[in-house]
């Protein structure tokens, strides 16, 4: 299904970050030539979903976009690359979140916020399942009823109902089975050759050949925890994580882990907080604001002090009258094509400096990977965003949020004590993107100015800051970063240092 795309592009510059999971990776077990399959991978997806965002696409229908793609991709731990279970089955798990810097939220999805799916054995795509979770009570604006406000459903029920009614690719068990997968569970569980990925096969239709061309190289050891992920934001400043995972190799059956579990392996909020003045712009006395007014009429000049005298009295409810437009000009950007918002705004309270507080509109959202029963236990990246809005004034950076918590020393790892470095406790990454409404210092020109210098100053597109962080040995990760010559350029990683 094509994203649908807006007409009418926002003031944001849209971008966005894709994880393909985090685990214990090294040189030693991630060879040249695996790692290049990797980056050409990850390359492809974060590119053609950018297009998608410069062309208007929403960041919700990104974000899964990009990630029904590295379902379909074997390399990653998810869809039809999935892991087995303990018992030998496939069970599946994605969520979706959004958040945005309008208060009325974003365009789709704003009243749920976010929706999980889990033990998913046979939908192709688990995160359009999750997507359409969350989108069912926009249909009558969240009126329908209880249960079409749940925020995490499971189970065969839910399939057949993405299957039934809203149109979604059903597979078969088979179209999920890699032999790297298979030769990972085989291993896990200590069981000899005889239990082979051919003997898997044969067990559903002995005349089936394998059911994906499986050309990986001999299966090494590679304890990648490869939950996947894609953060977007799109032009209307508009913020969506999508996450979709096959779990942890031989979990047990029935397991739920932190990618379906809000706030442990995802997270999408917003929200005002204090922010410091801009430097004050000291006012020339009324005698000089204008050469002329010695020359002006008595009566002028008596009207004139009395404006200025009263003028911070009557001006407490002033509404700004603006001016139309010229004929054919566009209208002046609102941050929602539903409703505008004006920010930032004046409190009544004031700071320790005496100066009147004033307040600034900030988003986040972010993508876990690594050992879910960690994530489940620190609800890791909820903290994460707790940190940032509860940190007092000045708040604390998205980045250095991150690093409390997923950084080496950070949250995360402390969480494992002396079993750290030992089962792959605590391990684990978190990427994401902050967007941050911050005051204009000075108003934006009129129509009535110079409709070029308006122009230009709505060309000027404000960007959202993507981050990442991880305590092991790599996280798989690709987004836009901007080179020596102001250019964005794709960028993929999966060390702490270029690979």
Known sequence: MTPKKSSVLGPFEPTLILHGGAGSLSRANLPPDLYARYHASLTKYLTVTRELLNSG??????????????EDDPLFNCGRGSVFTESGTIE???????????PAGPPAGGIKRAAAVSLIKNTRHPILLA??????????????????MHCQLSGREL?????????LEKKPDRWFWTKKRWEEHRKGLHHDDSYSFNNLVASVDPYTESPFEDDDPEVVEIPSQGTVGAVCLDTWGNLAAATS??????????RIGDTPTIGAGFWAESWDEDAPNPPQVRQK????RASGFGKMPVLDQILSHANDSLGACLSVSEVPQTKEPPNGAPPPYTASPYQSYSSPHVRRTSSSSGQPMRKRRRAVAMSGTGNGDSFLRLNAVRTVAAHCRFSGTPSI???DAVKLVTGPGGELQRSAGNRWGKTGEGQGGIIGIEIVDEME??????????????????STKKRGRVVSNFNCGGLFRAYYEVDESGVEVPKVMVFKEEY
């Open 57 to 70: 696409t929403s960041a919700l229908d990104a974000a899964c976009h990009a990630v029904s793609l590295l």
């Open 92 to 102: 599946m798990e994605a969520s979706v979140m959004v958040s945005s810097l309008n």
């Open 131 to 148: 997507k359409e979770v969350l989108l069912e009570p926009d249909e009558d604006g969240g009126l329908c009823g209880t249960s079409s």
């Open 159 to 167: 399939e057949e109902w993405g299957w039934g009614q809203r149109g």
């Open 245 to 254: 995972t096959g779990g942890l190799t031989n979990k047990k059956a029935g």
């Open 285 to 288: 006395p009324p005698s000089q």
């Open 397 to 399: 950076s998205l980045a």
């Open 441 to 458: 210092e000075e108003e934006p020109p009129t129509w009535a100015d110079d409709l070029k210098k308006r122009s230009e100053w709505e």
